[in-house]
Every structure is written in structure tokens, then in C-alpha cells.
Nanobody, 124 residues
Framework: QVQLVESGGGLVQAGGSLRLSCTASERTFSRYAVGWFRQAPGKEQEFVGV????????FVVDSVKGRFTISRDNAKNTVYLQMNSLKPEDTAVYYC?????????????????WGQGTQVTVSS
């Protein structure tokens, strides 16, 4: 059972930056694609992006393209979500999730393991 722990959330002003980390308890994590999702108050969960197991392939949705970057350090069992030029509409709880099937898809149902989430609040 892979346990994921997110960290790095907080309160930031619009235009600021945050880096979220997702650290896993098991080395097998390094062989899984990892996605980031977010859920704003009163809204459905939203796919943000994904990184392949080797880090060679990444994808982010259009709403964050050019502002958010996903990377990973498999030696540290950690995946990162670098968020720049943050906007108030980025306010949400952010979750990382691991996909043992390495589909790299957008559907939450493809992901086997989930973190507890970390709150990101962007003030205007």
C-alpha cells in the first residue's frame, strides 16, 4: 500500500508562487505515473496535470499551462507541482494521486493511491 503525503500549501497573494510536494512511502512510486487534482469549494474535482513514471512526459491542462509545472525526483520518491503566477481561481485543495497502471489519464478513477490534500489559498 502506497501512502502519499502532500505538503507546501498555504496562503499566497495573487501573482505569487508555491511548490507542492507529494512524497510516497514506497519505492514502487517511482514506477507510477502521478497526477495532480484540485477541488475548489462547491465545485467538482478537477484534473490539473500528470507526469509519467520517468519524468520524461508531462501534461497540464490549459487553464494552468505556462504557470504550473510538474516534475519528479524518483531518488526522493517525490513529485512536485510548481505553481507560478497564481490567481484567486487557483484556490482549492490540491491532491496528488499515483496511477500504477501508468495510463496517465485524466479520470480520477484511474488512480489507485491518493494523498490527503493540501490547501492552497490565493488572495486577490
Amino acid at each position: 500500500q502506497v501512502q502519499l503525503v502532500e505538503s507546501g500549501g498555504g496562503l499566497v497573494q495573487a501573482g505569487g508562487s508555491l511548490r507542492l510536494s507529494c512524497t510516497a512511502s514506497e519505492r514502487t512510486f517511482s514506477r507510477y505515473a502521478v497526477g495532480w487534482f484540485r477541488q475548489a469549494p462547491g465545485k467538482e474535482q478537477e484534473f490539473v496535470g500528470v507526469i509519467g513514471w520517468s519524468g520524461g512526459t508531462t501534461f497540464v491542462v490549459d487553464s494552468v499551462k505556462g504557470r504550473f509545472t510538474i516534475s519528479r525526483d524518483n531518488a526522493k520518491n517525490t513529485v512536485y507541482l510548481q505553481m507560478n503566477s497564481l490567481k484567486p481561481e487557483d484556490t482549492a485543495v490540491y491532491y496528488c494521486a499515483a496511477d500504477s497502471g501508468n495510463t496517465g489519464g485524466v479520470a480520477a478513477s484511474l488512480y489507485d493511491y491518493w494523498g490527503q490534500g493540501t490547501q492552497v489559498t490565493v488572495s486577490s
